[in-house]
């Protein structure tokens, strides 16, 4: 499994401390790619070059304007903004992108479950599958805690959300700070063996970058992800000074590869 961290690739020195740090990949906003210009995409191409690594991730993928839970959401302008930016992502290596989304995919007053669980299945399977299918790019499905979105909460319910489209290029997510708020085990990861293609990491009980093996049991959460076959881990997480908890949290993940 390969290990990145969450950092904007327009951030020279961002990024030019994961390298540092002994990330193997940078995992990226999607909007950086949709709504940047050309020369703000070439710019942050040629650093990423420069420094030797790519962006083998994103994440935000798509903005609240396009609400994919509604069987009003504008499919023509949600095809054009994916096309637009998996057309650069691929560019800097981008294989892997996450939906979690929870302002988009968020359940209207007006729509039911099933419903709304239904578009964005629809949507997943006629819109965003064919175009990520053109870039050869794998769609994750992140589940989110209640707290932040009322709909597919659990593991468990992304992976049903990614069968649901039919689609070999939709695949389900394990974000450990979402899974522990929501009760999910490392079991639930296991049990989806084969399902479960990228994850996040950070610290459950702060949602900041991990700063060591005492604090919890990363281990166990990744020795569940490779028992699954999850080609990537990023670290996603709070942090109030970057350019030194990349450090940290590199020595954690050295750690990590171990396992």
């Known amino acids: 499994m390969r290990f990145g961290v969450c950092t904007g690739i327009d951030n020279f020195e961002g990024v030019e401390n994961a390298v540092k740090a002994g990330f193997d990949y940078v995992e990226s906003r999607f909007a950086f790619f949709a709504e940047s210009t050309d020369e703000e995409f070439e710019d942050a191409k040629n650093n990423l070059k420069k420094l030797g690594i790519k962006c083998e991730a994103s994440n935000c993928f798509i903005p609240r304007e396009f609400p994919i839970s509604d069987s009003n959401c504008d499919r023509q302008g949600l095809a054009e903004y994916i096309e637009k930016g998996m057309k650069k992502g691929v560019e800097v290596g981008l294989k892997t992108i996450v939906l979690g989304s929870g302002g988009a995919r968020r ?7 099933r419903e709304a669980f239904c578009n964005i299945s629809n949507i997943l399977n006629e819109v965003i599958a064919p175009v990520a299918e053109k870039y050869d790019i794998t769609i ?11 709909i597919i909460n659990t593991v468990k319910e992304g992976v049903a ?7 070999y290029n939709i695949q389900g997510l394990g974000d450990l700070f979402h899974m522990m708020k929501e009760g999910d085990t490392f079991d639930d990861i296991k049990d989806l063996k084969g399902s479960i293609k990228h994850a996040h990491l950070a610290c459950p009980e702060t949602r900041l970058y991990p700063k060591n093996l005492d604090e919890f049991d990363y281990k166990g959460f990744i020795d569940a992800l490779n028992f699954a076959g999850c080609e990537r ?4 997480a709070s942090t109030d000074d970057y350019n030194s908890d990349v ?6 993940v050295d750690e990590l590869r171990k396992v």
């Open 107 to 113: 359940i209207p007053e007006n729509v039911s479950y």
């Open 140 to 150: 994750v499905i992140e589940p989110l805690r209640r707290a932040e979105c009322n």
């Open 161 to 167: 959300l990614a069968s649901s489209s039919g689609e």
């Open 233 to 236: 881990c990023s670290i996603e």
């Open 247 to 252: 450090f940290i949290a590199g020595k954690v």
